[in-house]
């Protein structure tokens, strides 16, 4: 990965030097991108046209996810099995394996950024054996009731608050507190180890069992 290394470096100092003298950046880096494509005709048709479009493909290389989005804000090696990467940007995160892309993520929402994204692709990397629905409503950044604690964290990441536990006549419950949703608030209840129901509070309104 020295290569890349010393791509990020160059396309670093590049940023630097421009910054103050540069009000089209955006005209220049798709020149960039023009020159490096007319000098690589061995990316082939589908590899061209993203990086011509600042868009990522599958297999790119560190280098051509450079061209397109720029430098990452932050980068994590995986120490342990599977091996790969991830190059986190605010709102967008990368998955190298074998040093080429092999997934990422936009995000969705409002309340999404790159670390949230960032944590869904780990969870799914490293939990082959989720049901196919939780793993897409997680990559989606979405909870449904059945989900685990585990699961929510996964996707919503860990909650503004928790409240204390409780019993009513169904069993023990749980409320995590979100500051996220239209409303200001969205609180998670959970029944035992597993979501009941989600619903959004006003701003001002007080969580209360």
Do not use: C
Not at 21 to 37: H, K
Not at 164 to 173: C, M, Q
Not at 191 to 205: I, K, N, R, Y
């Amino acid at each position: 990965m020295q290569v890349w290394l010393n791509f990020i470096l160059m396309v670093a100092l590049a940023a630097m030097v421009g910054v103050s003298v540069s009000l089209n950046q955006s005209t220049a880096e798709r020149a960039r991108r023009q020159t490096y494509v007319e000098a690589h005709s061995e990316l082939g048709a589908e590899m061209s046209e993203a990086l011509l479009e600042g868009e990522l493909a599958l297999g790119m290389e560190p280098e051509h996810v450079l061209l397109s989005w720029g430098s990452p804000q932050s980068v994590k090696v995986s120490e342990s099995q599977p091996r790969y990467e991830l190059w986190t940007y605010p709102k967008a995160t990368v998955l190298f394996q074998e040093e080429t892309v092999s997934d990422w993520l936009v995000a969705r929402s409002a309340y999404d950024t790159g670390d949230d994204l960032a944590r869904r692709l780990e969870y799914l990397l490293t939990h082959e054996g989720l049901i196919e629905r939780t793993a897409s409503l997680i990559r989606k950044g979405e909870i449904t009731p059945g989900m685990s604690f585990e699961e929510v964290e996964a996707s919503w990441g860990k909650p503004k608050e928790v409240l204390p536990l409780y019993d009513d006549n169904s069993g023990e419950r749980t409320i995590w507190v979100y500051e996220r949703g239209r409303m200001g608030r969205t609180t998670v209840t959970f029944q035992e180890d597993q979501v009941l129901s989600s619903s959004e509070l006003p701003e001002e309104a007080e969580t209360t069992k």
